[in-house]
């Protein structure tokens, strides 16, 4: 069963567009860090020392409100937003991603997919880094960001720009045009960095 799970994977990522493979290539990560989190916790009998350690790796990838983090480790700009933590973290991340990744793919091109993803996920770790240490809710403390919801807000964005009067199906409420779902997601976004709620990330 698990090798058929993994032929159909590598199937699906050899044959998709690149929307899929980055749904894979996420998941994959985030199924790698809970089984990595899974055995340190159970190495070390639930002890407080495998978190020290798994907090220690993980951070390694994270962006940081500290500005001698992301200079000593200029790849967190990019391995970030490759990491999640939670399953509703990911699961929305990764729906959001597929929803409005293949309208922009559809629209522009599968080529232009991965650059997007790429550019939105710096824009938000920057955003991420700026309203932390300038806007009054900062604490003085060092955070970490990770997550891909900077680079999936920029498809709703362009998904939004590029075809406002799409119609997208939802759930209870029927056909919307992806314009009015762009404005409220775009508010949601807005509310959520002003209450330092998943900021770039």
């Not at 159970?42 to 390694?60: A, H, K, V």
């Amino acid at each position: 069963m698990i090798s058929s799970i993994w032929e159909d994977v590598k199937r699906q990522y050899s044959l998709g567009n690149m929307v899929t493979r980055l749904v894979i290539i996420n998941v994959a990560v985030f199924l790698a860090i809970s089984l990595l989190w899974i055995i340190l916790r159970i190495g070390f009998g639930w002890s407080d020392g495998g978190m020290r350690i798994y907090d220690s790796i993980s951070q390694f990838f994270m962006l940081s409100s500290d500005w001698l983090h992301n200079l000593t480790h200029p790849w967190v700009f990019i391995t970030s937003m490759f990491f999640h933590q939670g399953l509703w973290h990911i699961l929305w991340n990764m729906l959001f991603l597929y929803w409005f990744g293949r309208i922009v793919g559809d629209f522009l091109g599968n080529h232009r997919v991965l650059p997007l993803y790429l550019l939105g996920g710096i824009v938000g770790g920057l955003a991420y880094f700026l309203s932390v240490n300038l806007l009054p809710y900062g604490d003085g403390k060092i955070h970490y960001a990770l997550g891909a919801s900077g680079a999936v807000m920029a498809f709703v964005v362009a998904a939004g720009f590029i075809s406002p009067d799409y119609y997208m199906r939802l759930l209870f409420l029927g056909d919307v045009k992806l314009k009015y779902v762009v404005a409220v997601e775009v508010l949601i976004d807005i509310f959520g960095i002003a209450g330092d709620y998943n900021t770039g990330g």
